[in-house]
Structure formats: structure tokens, C-alpha cells
């Protein structure tokens, strides 16, 4: 079986008081997530030795970090946050991605990175949640799997490329259940074409489940 992104609804133009409004409660929430990050590390200073109770700790900040990123998905979809694409090295953005996302109770992260520099142009702010979007959804996808793979690439042509690939196969539903609106790879599909890339993601035999996203070669 075969799947692709299904195709992004037609937009009636720029919606300003759309964008205004998710970028006002974007900064709201930043701010009030950014509070509870600094009270969770007073909390751990009063912890002590209490291995439970940081235990415990330690899950509020991947929590403030989802959420954080879930508020940023929202502003990409809606575009209120514009790309100020830069010159930066592809092959940098994924190994860095891929060291922040790693879990010792996910699947094994495998990372293969083109040799010599793979220079893109992307916002380096959209590089870092495009990325952390795409491992964290995949790593959701791949929860029965063992390991994915995460690899760098430069195309035939004027591209170059992240692939993300795990054997397991997934069915058509679930891809499409991600890629509706304010979903991961809706936002992460935003993000992408306002940078000049495409994201696609497909179902088949071999490897599995595979996302592909293009972003054009800096020249």
C-alpha cells in the first residue's frame, strides 16, 4: 500500500486576524511555559535526594516542550511565523536533531549523514521545530519498531534531502490522522513549503514507512 500527504486545502488568501492571534497566544504561552520550566528547577533544588520526586520532575519539562511545540505547529499553519531562510549545513541540523531527541525507552535512532557539507536554505528557527516535529512523529509511528533511520542526501537535482525510514509498516489512516489540520505533519508540511521544500510520507513493502523532505540546495 501507498500513501501520500494528502493535498493541503486551498487558502483564500492571507488570513491577518488569524495569524495575529495565534502569534499573541503563541507569546502568551511561551511565556507561561518558560515559568514553569523555571519552577520546576527550584522544585529540584528542594528535592534532595528524592529520586522519585525528581523522577517526576523530569517529566514536566518534555511535557512544557510538547506543548511548546504544539503551540508553534499552530503559528506555522496558519503562516505567523515567516521564513528568514539562511544559509546552513543540513548534515549539522539532523545530527543535532536526532542528540536532542534521543530516549533510552524509544526506538534506536540510527543516523547516516552525507559526506562533506549539504548547505540548504531554511529558517534556522523553522530547521529546529521542522526536525523535532518529524523525529518525535516518527518516533510515535514507530513504537513497535526497533529502530529508524535518519539520513541526509543530496538529489539529482537541486535538492537535498531528509529521509526518515522505519521497516515497520503503517496504514494509510494513520498518516492522513497526522497530517490534519495543527497536526505534526501539518505543521511540519507549513514549514517546509514556506522554506521552497515538499514533505511527503508513504506506505509500501519496502522499507516500511518513509517520510521525505526536500529543501533546495544553497547556492
Known sequence: ????????????????????????????????????????????KKAGESEEVRRYLLEIPRL???????????????????????????????????????SPRGPALLVDLSAGELPVQIDPAHAAFLLASVIEC??????????????????????AEVVLECAEHHM?????????????????RSVVQANGGRLTACCSANPGTLLRISLPIAR
Open 1 to 44: 500500500m501507498h500513501s501520500t500527504l494528502p493535498p493541503r486545502p486551498a487558502e483564500a488568501g492571507s488570513d491577518t486576524v488569524s495569524s495575529e492571534l495565534v502569534r499573541h497566544l503563541s507569546h502568551e504561552l511561551n511565556d507561561s511555559l518558560g515559568a514553569v520550566e523555571s519552577l520546576v528547577y527550584l522544585a529540584e
Open 64 to 102: 512544557v516542550e510538547k506543548a511548546s511545540r504544539a503551540v508553534q505547529g499552530a503559528a506555522h499553519c496558519v503562516g505567523a511565523l515567516p521564513a528568514h531562510p539562511e544559509r546552513l549545513d543540513l548534515n549539522v541540523l539532523v545530527a543535532e536533531a536526532a542528540a536532542a531527541a534521543y
Open 138 to 159: 516518527f518516533q510515535s509511528l514507530g513504537r513497535r519498531c526497533k529502530q529508524i533511520l535518519v539520513r541526509t542526501a543530496r538529489d539529482a537535482g537541486s535538492s
Open 172 to 188: 494509510e489512516q494513520e498518516i492522513a490522522r497526522l497530517c490534519e489540520p495543527f497536526r505534526p505533519l501539518a505543521a511540519a
